[in-house]
T-cell receptor, first 113, second 112 residues
């Protein structure tokens, strides 16, 4: 079945460090891919998305590129801030049913000043 | 603007007791609605989704059920809670055409 696999956390970085959170997926066809972020005590909110191969989603300095050949959608940021501390979820919506959304297990990011 | 309300924020229930969690959406019509569960140390599990009144799709057979009695109301229920039902329950609605899920603030359920 369709699924998403994320690197386990927590990830601890110093402020201004480079961030990569790995995400790979299993799906038939070309799913839409997403990154959601959950700040402490809140629900999830969409960070960025990509709907076709080679698309790059970007928002708030975060980027992720849809790689069909490696079935990956890794999240990157060049310089993290303390305010980026949160849990990040990779997700997909399968092409056969865009009503469904499947999420990874989440990766907690701690950024220290 | 659209808002989503989910309550209660926290709930402690004994094993075997019933459950009713409610979610309502404002500012949109005929949304897709979703229930997810986030267990400790695990990711989000899709439990149910609904594309319209009375239309419920179940992803995982389990001790829970869902109902959609009104267009913007989605209810998660159980007749008898199990310890394994503990977790963080999130309601969400889908912005059609944008493939964007909007989440409520969640309900932390502890079954003791």
């Amino acid at each position: 079945g369709d699924s998403v696999t994320q690197m386990e956390g927590p990830v601890t970085l110093s402020e201004e460090a480079f961030l990569t959170i790995n995400c790979t997926y299993t799906a038939t066809g070309y799913p839409s891919l997403f990154w959601y972020v959950q700040y402490p005590g809140e629900g999830l909110q969409l960070l960025l998305k990509a709907t076709k191969a080679d698309d790059k989603g970007s928002n708030k300095g975060f980027e992720a590129t849809y790689r069909k050949e490696t079935t990956s959608f890794h999240l990157e940021k060049g310089s993290v801030q303390v305010s980026d501390s949160a849990v990040y979820f990779c997700a997909l919506s399968p092409p056969y049913n865009f009503n469904k959304f499947y999420f990874g297990s989440g990766t907690k990011l701690n950024v220290k000043p | 603007s659209q808002t989503i309300h989910q309550w209660p924020a926290t709930l402690v229930q004994p094993v075997g007791s019933p459950l009713s969690l409610e979610c309502t959406v404002e500012g949109t019509s005929n949304p897709n609605l979703y229930w997810y569960r986030q267990a400790a140390g695990r990711g989000l599990q899709l439990l149910f989704y609904s594309v319209g009144i009375g239309q419920i799709s179940s992803e995982v057979p389990q001790n829970l059920s869902a109902s959609r009695p009104q267009d913007r109301q989605f209810i998660l229920s159980s007749k008898k809670l199990l310890l394994s039902d503990s977790g963080f329950y999130l309601c969400a609605w889908l912005s059609r055409g944008h493939e964007k899920l909007f989440f409520g603030s969640g309900t932390q359920l502890s079954v003791l």
